[in-house]
């Protein structure tokens, strides 16, 4: 294992933190962990969760003789990539400008590096999963918020002021895109119909069953998508679209109507030549991302 080139990634979210190995051919050493991020809690409580899950993998490394070339952690923005710094988070509401990737850099000593989650999840999928080889990926993050990032040959397009494919934000209906397509949408637009407070895993269950609120719901989720696809591959007219995240494995309630839409509302050469793919990396893609992020 000592010449193996090896990374430790951390998928840094509202609801988790998750940690592993990774390998620079993308292979996952050993078991990854995960912990909740108790993103309510102070940002000491936040930042000690993540030492102790990087500290694990570290033991593991000295124990089995691993290299270590560095950690890479995957975090929800928006950041500023290049200082490392969280910046007005809406999913780490108390880490606010916290200047997280030198906190971790100055304590463990070793290379670290940071960027947006949605971006480094899908530098993964470009390197190791769905994406490979693929010359431009347009890559869509569903899980508790709404993530987009953009691939151009192996290197993530961040843009003039780094927040490129921060389109969560965007405006849609009365609020903004992520009110309608995110874990937290599927909530939302549920409860507001059936009076039922349910997760997403929930009401995709009740779906799958004939339940019509949830049908519903979903059905009100995939135009939202759609609409903001069409206007993704409008403007950089990409390979495959890659979609990943915990929503992404309801895709069966969704996808053929995504598809139907987007190809309606896009332009006629990418229609007949677009591809959705699933992410191929798993529960792993967060953390594997991450990794990619120090082998890119």
Known sequence: MKNNKVAIGVDIG???IKTGLVR???????????????ASEQKEAIVGRII????????????????I???????TGPLDIKNGKILQCPNLPTMDFYPLRETIKEHFKIPVFMNNDANAMILGE???????????????????????????????WIGATETAGEIWISPYKKGIIEDYVSGNAIN???????GKDCSAIEVADFARKGDEIAIKTWNEFSKALAYALAWSVNLIDPDVIVLGGSIA?????????????????I???????????????GDNAGFAGAAALVFS
């Open 188 to 194: 939302r637009i549920f409860k507001k119909r059936s």
């Open 14 to 16: 509202g609801t988790k």
């Open 24 to 38: 620079s051919d993308g292979q996952i050493i050993g078991e990854s962990i995960t912990i909740p991020t108790g």
């Open 52 to 67: 102790e899950s990087i500290n694990h993998f570290l033991h593991i490394a000295q124990c089995e003789n691993i290299d």
């Open 69 to 75: 070339q560095g950690i890479g952690m995957g975090v």
């Open 126 to 156: 470009s390197l190791w999963g769905a994406g490979k080889g693929f010359d431009c990926v347009l890559g869509v993050t569903l899980g508790t918020g709404f993530g987009c990032a953009i691939i151009k040959q192996n290197e993530i």
């Open 267 to 281: 332009c006629p050469v990418p229609a007949e030549t677009i591809r959705i793919a699933k992410a191929q990396l």
């Open 249 to 265: 494995n309801s895709m069966d309630l969704f996808l053929s109507s995504v598809e139907k839409m987007l190809r309606k509302h």
